[in-house]
């Protein structure tokens, strides 16, 4: 049996695909929304740093470490506690997460420096190098220790934003807060944005300029390795919902998107945002119509926008370039009252 | 050396050398995690199907480890050859980027012939490849991104709507659905009779391609400015290579899959640049290295029962390159500290072989012992310092410790290296305050440093050059290897040689 285009891709159902999410379906679909807009927000923010210090992949690097780390802590959680149980479970999970997160995001840093400072392997070849070392490691201890691991191959390639409603949810002072993984995002997001504004001066000193950020007396190497935990720890957070690849185009297409049609960094990180909330809103539905993985369709709306964008500035600038060529014809030619006297 | 003076100078201890090693012990044990965990799953399968498992594969008798063996060869051939390309010319993750942009054409070239036909899926990929390098140099040239950004874009967008497409396959009703989600992680027990061939044909193109235009490659590798103005096509030798790059890439798909294939381009490579700096053994060794780690790989996932054959490779592959980053031989971090070592070692025993000449010329060599005391004194050091050099004199043959006073005498091996160190010195100083007109106060320094390398050749040169001066620019006496010393006291007053005054 041969299918068909029409049964490759369903037809589109207005109410189901534009109505639905908004009106029935909102208890899940909202969270889903939510979570989309939180990750994409934290990640872009993150990642415009990532840009501006033309390391977006670095990102790349630290999301595929993030696996062995979590995948590490994880089993030494369940042999040190272990069975799973259900008191303090949301916590530990945060916990343990995080610190596989952050020891691999450093591993990651320091073997890239190691590699390429102590032999003659140029950075490029060992950032590849050491991911994919790190990351073969990971999906060795996932397959073999898949009872003690709760994380799957899938997991890591798509992401389950979808499963994002069913999970437990966060109850606090007998309020119900919503499913954990979102409060947990919600929380990296806040922090993530509160601190880019918080340090907003030293980052943006520091990446555009190490040797003045070390005269003016901020630690340059220093918040290199902050950042670099910090976006472990985004990408943790990130890591179940859109999993480990899907996560670089987070990190990467809100900011150069942005780039491409400001260049103040106050408008770009305004700008991210925006992007942030089209593209999730917009990758949804695409999910429901066409019913597939709703992170990689988030992204692929994403990277339409950016299309979208270079296009706009390709057009602009041979418009310009059309404009800047007549007018200089037009100038060249003397003319009667504007010769020299 | 076990001297306690080696632990007496915090600053060595504290130097990078030490400092490295700790981390590779770090990168070590991650490196370690995975065999010992694999030996732990193979405790759980019992030993008896573990040497089972290995002989079928080791004899061979099996149609699919055949292929799955020959395959892993082939690809990791193809892989590490075109890799040595992309790791000389930086473009390391241009091949991740690469590698992650085919899973759209793998998915749209599943979805055409609704089977796994290597050649649909392969069709569809290398245009996928194609295009994802494409839109690199597009974003790069028409906007201000960077490569980095543009790279990234590439790599996730692609790969997104790859998963897209993967997802909405999986969902059709058709039975033929299964084996695409192999392309993820790669089984190298899914390779068939069909891949195989294909597989060889990319191997069989790839070589034929490097030798015919190895050339046209190399300089367009190391020096494309050169190599346009000598009229090499070089935008087209940078699309051949990508297109070879696809090829290899999509080939090795079914067996490492689209995460981790990139590794297979880089690891090899990267290795082979560390053990050699020739490129065309270069290249041998990647496709050697490449062809090692594909096959213990598979060889390494035959023996588990579900373990994905990509990881496997590329941890082989991680683990050769460890150990060429440790041990290679010019480049290795271990045999570059180790010649540090020996060298640094050689230069302080030398430096108390002058110490000593130096004890026994201020007494006009009456007497011929030089007592640790004195040794101490002169270096500034403690007393089991000057023991501890002492001993590694006696043990390099340059001296022997006097059994009832303990005094060091100077062996004529020792005397002669002393001679010859202490006439470098004073010949090198002569040379700098003559010729290139320095002031003798400012000398010194350099010759401790020139003393201990210049070579035999050059010293005959300088002692031509100075008319075969005997003092040095302080008044002291510039010694002769061969000549017993009756060195009276020295003529702080004697005039330079001739032909070289101001």
Known sequence: ?341 | MNCPSLTAEPWRLRSHPWFTALLLLLFLLALAFAPSAEAAKIGELSVNSVRTQALRFLSLQDPAVRYALAGSVLLGISCGLLGAFLVVRRLALVGDALSHAVLPGVAAGFLWSQTKDPVAIFIGAVIAGLLGTLVVEGIKQTTRLKEDAALGLVLAGFYAVGICLVTMIQRLPTGAKSGIDKFLFGQAAAIGPGDLKLMAAVAFVAIATVLAFYKELLVASFDPAFARSAGFPVRAIHYALMLLLAFAVVSALQAVGVVLVSAMLITPAAAAYLLTDRMHRMLLLAAGIGLVSGALGCFLSFLGSNLPTGPLMVLSGSTLFAGAFLFAPRHGVVTRWWLHRSRSGRIRRENTLKTVYRILEDRQFHGDGVTFRELAERRRETMEDAECQARELVRHNFASLHSVDRTILLTPDGRQRAVELVRNHRLWELYLTHAAHIPADHVHEDAERIEHVLGEDVVRELERRLNYADTDPHGRPIPTPNAVHAAGPSEPDRRPPAGYGR
């Open chain 1, 1 to 341: 049996m041969i299918p068909t285009l029409a049964q490759f891709i369903p037809p589109f159902d207005v109410r189901s695909v534009l109505v639905d999410p908004w009106t029935t379906d909102f208890d899940s679909k909202g969270w889903i929304v939510l979570m989309g807009f939180l990750t994409s927000v934290a990640c872009g923010w993150v990642g415009q740093h990532l840009l501006l210090r033309r390391m977006a992949l670095m990102g790349d690097a630290i999301s595929h470490s993030v696996l062995p780390g979590l995948a590490t802590a994880f089993l030494v959680a369940s042999f040190l506690f272990g069975g799973r149980d259900d008191a303090g479970h949301a916590a530990r999970d945060s916990s343990v997460m995080l610190v596989g997160a952050i020891a691999a995001g450093w591993l990651t840093t320091l073997l890239i420096g190691l590699i390429h400072r102590h032999s003659r392997v140029k950075q490029d070849a060992a950032i590849g190098i050491v991911f994919a070392t790190l990351f073969a490691i990971g999906v060795v201890l996932i397959t073999l220790f898949a009872d003690h691991v709760d994380l799957d191959a899938d997991c890591v390639l798509y992401g389950e934003i979808g499963f994002v409603p069913f999970q437990q949810t966060l109850q606090l002072f007998g309020f119900e807060l919503g499913p954990v993984p979102v409060a947990r995002m919600a929380v990296v997001t806040i922090l993530t944005v509160a601190g880019t504004l918080a340090f907003y001066k030293e980052l943006v000193i520091s990446s555009f300029d190490a040797g003045l950020a070390t005269s003016l007396g901020i630690p340059a190497p220093t918040v290199h390795f902050l950042l670099m935990g910090w976006l472990a720890i985004v990408i943790v957070s990130a890591f179940e919902s859109v999993g480990a690849i899907l996560v670089i185009a987070m990190l990467i297409v809100p900011g150069a998107t942005a780039s491409l049609i400001a260049s103040r960094l106050p408008t770009l990180f305004a700008l991210i945002v925006l992007h942030s909330a089209i593209s999730t809103v917009a990758g949804l539905h695409l999910a429901l119509w066409l019913d597939c993985s709703i992170a990689g369709a988030m992204v692929v709306s994403g990277c339409i926008l950016f299309t979208f964008a270079w296009t706009a500035t390709v057009i602009r600038r041979a418009r310009d370039h059309r404009h800047a060529t007549l007018h200089s014809a037009s100038t060249d030619t003397p003319s009667p009252a504007s010769g020299p006297v």
